[in-house]
């Protein structure tokens, strides 16, 4: 298929700018309430917002979907809304790229992306995050040798606190490059992304091996999992010894996706309807919690099915949780697993959603929490509206003990001092913050606290 060129909205439009009313995440434990929001169909449009911003000494933050868990996107002033910036603009087969605009969603890309025959080589599990948001916050999947979705990007557009619009990519000169290779995990604080390339590859086939294990037996062959699958992830379940794993690989075919009823009793049923169930007779009544856990932990089966990249790494997300995530050295994950295991069997938490594992491998991303380290993602959810906070401030003991970093869209309470140790390049970003932002026209108290005034 030659290349083609399709833009999705009316560049020619002006932004609509909507009334001003509270803005909340996904998970409902953020609020904003910007002053005025806006809604541009273009970079010009996006640009002049943010002129007009700066001339009322307004601040800006743009917002995705609203997945992250922190309030990294909040502001009182400027919110850029991304719907209307949206689309693939170009597929260029011969390079092995796809240029988005920022606003899009994973899903409408993955969608476009598979009638192209092309794929992303890597990428979470839910798609309904905005290309830009999943990125600026260090979006991941697993992977033994490929990395996040931002590391997946080779070029950017990105529009500056004085309305300016920078190009960047690794190819460009020394002063390109350096944007480019910040502001592709950015946190919003460099400026707005317009526009993403991401790497791209013929759409090739994954066989996915679900299967239960003990918690004892996927510990102590971790590094063997890890090692000899290109991805592999496992799900702990609080309160019992059992966990279940998957494992993705590439295959010949052909393919061989679920059924439909069984797909939908699996994804659907249990996994979304039976579990929020679950959940809720947990938090009504929490010392139900380990006698479901054992139940749920319990019925699960083993299942291989073969189907394209998006509908093997993703899966439906419909109940709603909190969610804290750290990246520990890979070496490390065993031993704060079981840390992680004996704080739950010594304490009075009641856990009713599974702890999931991760791993990624190092890149050079400077605030990446995989740069520069072969890393292991352990995360831990709580059920929306019940008590989080002293498991997740628990957790958290254990995560920095062994050198963690939090992801930054997730629930922590690290700040710039401790995350300049944990980061070797986090002064690097923050100088070409200081050259891109001097005023914080990008700042909101998020910000402030991870990256300093």
């Known amino acids: 298929m030659a290349a083609s060129n399709a833009v999705d909205g009316s560049g020619g439009r002006s932004a609509t700018t909507s009334p001003t009313r509270p803005w909340r995440n996904w998970a409902g434990n953020v609020t904003a309430r910007p002053a005025r929001t806006v809604a541009p169909a273009?970079?010009?449009?996006?640009?002049?917002?943010?002129?007009?911003?700066?001339?009322?000494?307004?601040?800006?933050?743009?917002?995705?979907?609203?997945h992250s868990f922190t309030a990294v996107a909040a502001t009182d002033g400027l919110l850029i809304r991304p719907e209307r910036l949206t689309g693939?603009?170009?597929v260029d087969r011969e390079a092995g790229t796809v240029t988005v605009a920022a606003g899009t969603p994973l899903k409408r890309l993955n969608e476009t992306l598979s009638a192209h025959g092309l794929s992303l080589t890597n990428m979470g599990d839910i798609m309904e995050q905005t290309v830009s948001g999943a990125t600026s916050t260090g979006t991941h999947?697993?992977?033994?040798?490929?990395?996040?979705?931002?590391?997946?990007i080779t070029g950017l557009e990105l529009v500056t606190a004085d309305g300016t619009v920078l190009t960047c990519s690794a190819g460009g000169n020394e002063e390109n490059a350096a944007v480019f290779a910040a502001a592709r995990l950015g946190l919003?604080?460099?400026?707005?992304?317009?526009?993403?390339t991401f790497a791209v590859e013929p759409e090739f086939l994954l066989t996915a091996r679900e299967e239960p294990m003990t918690f004892d037996e996927v510990t102590d062959r971790f590094d063997e999992l890890a090692a000899e699958n290109e991805h592999f992830e496992f799900y702990w379940f609080p309160h019992t010894g059992n966990c279940n794993t998957k494992r993705n690989n590439r295959s010949q075919g052909p393919a061989a996706p679920p059924g439909k009823v069984s797909g939908w009793v699996d994804d659907e049923l249990l996994s979304n309807g039976v579990f929020r169930a679950a959940c809720a007779v947990g938090r009504a009544f929490p010392a139900a919690i380990p006698g479901i856990a054992k139940v749920s932990s319990r019925a699960l089966s083993p299942r291989t099915y073969t189907d394209i990249p998006y509908k093997v790494f993703t899966s439906p997300r419909r109940v709603r949780f909190l969610e804290m995530e750290y990246a520990v050295p890979r070496e490390a994950a065993v031993a704060v697993l079981a840390e992680l295991k004996a704080l739950v069997e010594r304490s009075d938490f009641k856990i009713s959603f599974p702890v999931e594992v991760r791993t990624a491998p190092a890149d050079d991303i400077p605030l990446s929490t995989a740069s520069g380290r072969d890393t292991a993602y352990v995360a831990v959810h709580m059920y929306r509206g019940t008590p989080h906070h002293?498991?997740?401030?628990?957790?958290?003991?254990?995560?920095?003990?062994?050198g963690g970093r939090p992801h930054w869209g997730k629930l922590h309470t690290r700040d710039a001092g401790h995350l300049a140790d944990a980061y070797p390049r986090f002064t690097e970003f923050t100088a070409l913050r200081d050259r891109l932002d001097p005023e914080r026209r990008f700042a909101n108290d998020y910000l402030r606290r991870v990256l300093g005034d």
Do not use: C, N, P, W
């Not at 999947?141 to 997946?152: F, H, K, P, V």
């Open 141 to 152: 999947g697993t992977g033994r040798d490929s990395a996040s979705l931002t590391a997946q």
């Open 42 to 66: 273009s970079t010009e449009e996006l640009a002049a917002a943010v002129r007009a911003a700066a001339e009322d000494g307004l601040t800006v933050k743009a917002a995705g979907t609203g």
């Open 188 to 196: 919003g604080a460099l400026g707005v992304i317009t526009e993403l």
């Open 390 to 402: 002293a498991y997740f401030a628990a957790t958290e003991r254990i995560m920095t003990a062994h």
């Open 88 to 90: 693939v603009r170009k």
